[in-house]
């Protein structure tokens, strides 16, 4: 078997084998191309980043990432009314954000085709709840797509726009970690033509007041029909197996778990799982003696086909909680006495738990260290500073959602019950995201809160990338950042004040003043991320074993790059630095008592190359 080619997203392989391995992101990407887009946006967030970084660089699509993912949806909806047919990408709590407008979108419809894709997370990897996004499909009425892999991804993908364009609809594509990550064979095509139309103007489909809008509620209606009509004979719907004691319905990635535990199942994979092909689905109820459905998270089918008086059992042996995976499904089957039981498979082996850390080096750390001291109760945002929850920083309350941590000190001090002075701490990505309008409320209400913007330059949690205030664009491109000092005055904070995070004196001083201002009061934490874009490493630090005391102050920075050693001082073990890995930010130093941790010598000048 000849093996794949390796091909950059958009361009056609060349060889015998025209197939190429794709993770299911960068598939979307090639569907998109392939589609003709020219315009595609989003925000990062895991496991949908990879989308656009996967096109960053194509100089016929224009690849931008927004402030945040409603402003991404509202530019993907202008460009597609302007003709031109537009990708957003999101992870899944990304459309709670860009919800408002996606709900509407559904009313105008839309010019050129408009894709927007949720990228779920079963399971919680990378985010903080696991919500299920196609009851977004069914509350807006839009149709909504489900690959289960990447060659799927890739095709979806390309025929969302088809089916955009010919039911005037946005659409919905919906991948899961899995799917997004997980790589498979893609037979890519050439680069679509983009369309050419531009934008025509028509105000009683795209001014929503309430009398346009409620002609366009019927319309939203009668398109829902035709769709599911169209389901019931779309090429999305596929039939494998056969027998007729049980079946299964089935859609995205648990598709594959099912194959994987029962190879010769009758199946009813649904590629299209809003609306549903409701015809074919009685028609195979009706050819088993027993149906399931099989589907991750919420019983979303189930319900559905319990509505439609087709008897059917799925979440009483399936867990509604979690991925699933063969071994679940397995159960399940077990459990529902269509498997006999087997020997359960052993989970491979996993190297010694590592909690997450904070980098080496992370100027978060700093400011984590000094509100500690300080006692402030800590309403925290999401971005790398939330690892500052953990031990041993253990210095933030509360973590929500992106944006809520101002609007949260806000509440939290107008209680009376926080006990301590209330600081909200949020990344520059993150204020600029959804915290500005929190510190106009602050503002507003002249709250007595401090809230600590730590700027380091990047979306470091996603993998680093550009936002407005860093001052470049998606391709690196240089534009003008937003100025987060200029902005915070502008809102009507009167107390700002930046400071070097690396300085933990200095931090703790501006933290402590800051506080102790009446009104609302910001402190701009200013070193960029050791990590990206570019690696930050200066000459590292060493520990001398001889003036080390064992005090282990250095230890509760939770710098991975200080470790144990086996030596004991007063029966407490002695520390010692990786210098491979530290940065030399000096942390480590300014809190060494007896001044135990240096540089490392600087290397003698031998005169020779080597
Ligand atoms: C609504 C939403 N969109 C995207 C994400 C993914 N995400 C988590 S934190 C984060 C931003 C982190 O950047 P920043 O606030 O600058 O902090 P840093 O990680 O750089 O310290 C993103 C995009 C999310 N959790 N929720």
Redesign the pocket.
Known sequence: MSSPAAVSIGTTPTGADRRVLLSGNEAVAQGAVEAGITMAVG????PSTEILESIGDRRDIDVRWSP??KVALDVALGASLGGARALAT??H??L??AADTFMTSAYTGVGAGLVIITADDPGMHS??NEQDNRAYARMAGVPLLEPSNSAEAREFTRAAFELSEEFDTPVLVRTTTRVSHNRGLVEPGPRGEPPVAGFRADPSKYVMIPGYARARRPVLLERLRRLAEYADSSPFTQEFGSGTDFGVVTSGISHHYVREALPDARILKLGMSYPLPMERIRRFADSVDRLFVVEELDPHLENDLLAAGIAVEGKAFFPQEGELDPDRVRRGFVAAGVLEPGPESEPPPVPMARPPLMCPGCP?TPPFLALKRLGAVVTG?????TLASLEPLAAMDTCV??GSSIGMAVGMAASGGAGAPVVAT??????L?GGVQGLAEAVYSQADITVLI?D?G?????GGQE?PGTGFTLDRTETTPVDLVALCRALGVKDVNVVDPYDLAATYNALEAAMATGGPSVVITNRP?VESPTKVRDRAYEVIADACTACQACMTIGCPSIVWTDEFAEGRRKVRIDTLTCTGCTLCAQICTPLAIVPVPEPVETGHDH
Request: with cysteine; proline share 3%.
């Open positions: 925000y990062p967030g895991t945040n993912e999101m992870k709590v990304g709670n954000v985010s903080q978060h945002d999401i971005g790398c500073y959602a992106m949020i990344g520059d990505s993150t204020f995201h730590l380091n990047t979306t470091a949690m996603t936002h991320c």
